[in-house]
């Protein structure tokens, strides 16, 4: 059987609903214990292993053995994770058909189980990070109107909250909104309820005072991803499922040689296409020609995402005017595309995509595996300190320790692992002999004890773990 999944990674857990006739299913699956759930969406390793899991589920309890996925994210996500997701699922043959953030899944059940036909506003809050959005509900279909906070929060005061934009916070303090619904952690929802409370009592600006502010069921995320992949797949009962989103709560800047060109405003819907010119692309001395996309984050211009074009490609198009069409579809995956007036011709861009010529694979890879090394001595010596010291009790030991941990954990998040082991059978492929000894407890050729750790990235080895073995 084949459905279309609402899918929600949540509290070490991966939340799942589908539909059934007119009804929503919805369930939990424990994720494996040695994945961190901050990881799943941004390690590769960790998101075939998170998906393994719920297809294993979904094949036994379920007997879906295809499954379609609504994905959902949390709302400070831009573009750069969202094309991160979409590639770690085309690798891995994982068909993730729509993208959607907490606050726009809440929405959605609130319209759906509540029928409230108004102006709202959602909140999802976990840990440090909040989404804030507003929604207008009166055409009978979620339509995000703005976003006013997406990511880190002040959990002391609201009134410290950096909002997504300079004037966020005066649209919200305008807002016509009827309620401001909200789930998460209950420690954290608790905190969030006073602190929205406060506000609006004591904020000289915020105007409707009679504002309802009401914590629901987190589960309300994937009762409402229910309802769009029962859209998606376009059964009779939830056909009149719709939304409407923007593409980001920011603007996006197109950077091509030192020129910086703006495409799309922060009030752009989805999907949508708009044109530029670009005044000339300066041919460059390298192989490639580099673009970077930025979001236009305040005052400050954020890197998203960095891609090259082989420069063969872009012959013909340098030193002359040529326009350039930038388009993104529902699922916010945006294409550029390289106009030539001169010569009536046209070449499409995915930006999913742009990093896929091998001989441009081999130098960004070669220039990261530098910047990894470079980084390892110092991994190191945090390592021996651990290693070493013979005052545990010591507080500054325990803050070494704290930052070796966090050193590694970052690493690993970022795809780069340890090569360790001790007590392990020798492998030449990882591991490099720098002594032997006898040891009549363990069998020949095992590793008797690590003296450098190694690392690989994205399975190749960086540099092999120094050890002893027994001979």
Known sequence: MEKVIGLHFWEEKAEISWCDGDSIVTGAIEMPFDIRKTSILRVDSSFKRAFETIAEFLAREAGIDKFYTVLCVPDHYGIEEMTAIFRMAEDYDISIVRIVTETMALAMHILMEYGVNERIITGFISGRNLGLAEFDLSSGMVNKTDTYIAGIWNSSSLFKTKFCHSYSERMMDRTEAVGIFYAGTM????????????????????????????????????????????????????????????????????????????????????????????????????????????????????????????????????????????????????????????????????????????EIKVEHQESVEGIIKKLLPIVDSLEYAVKFSKDESNPYYQGIVQSYNKAVQTLADNGITQINGEGEEFDYNLHNAVAQVSDPNLPENTIKQVMQTGYMYQGKVLRAASVIVVS
């Open 187 to 358: 420690s954290d929802c608790l905190q969030f309820d006073q602190i929205m409370k406060t506000y609006v009592a004591r904020s000289n600006d915020f105007i409707n005072r009679e504002i309802e502010i009401k914590m629901i069921d987190s589960v309300g995320i994937i009762e409402g991803l229910g309802y769009i992949a029962g859209s998606v797949e376009r059964l009779p009962s939830f056909i009149g499922v719709k939304y409407s989103d923007l593409l980001s709560p920011f603007g996006f800047t197109l950077a091509v040689g030192g020129e910086m060109y703006p495409v799309f405003d922060e009030g752009t819907r989805v999907p949508a296409a708009v044109e530029t010119e670009l005044r000339r692309i300066n041919e460059p001395k390298t192989s490639y020609v580099e673009f970077t996309l930025f979001e236009n984050k305040g005052n400050k211009f954020e890197n998203i995402r960095m891609f090259r074009m082989p420069k063969k490609k872009l012959n013909g198009y340098f030193n002359k005017l040529i326009k350039v069409s930038a388009e993104a579809d529902i699922d916010k995956r945006i294409n550029l595309v390289f106009y030539d007036a001169e010569r009536d011709r046209e070449m499409i861009v995915p930006i999913i995509e742009a990093m896929d010529d091998d």
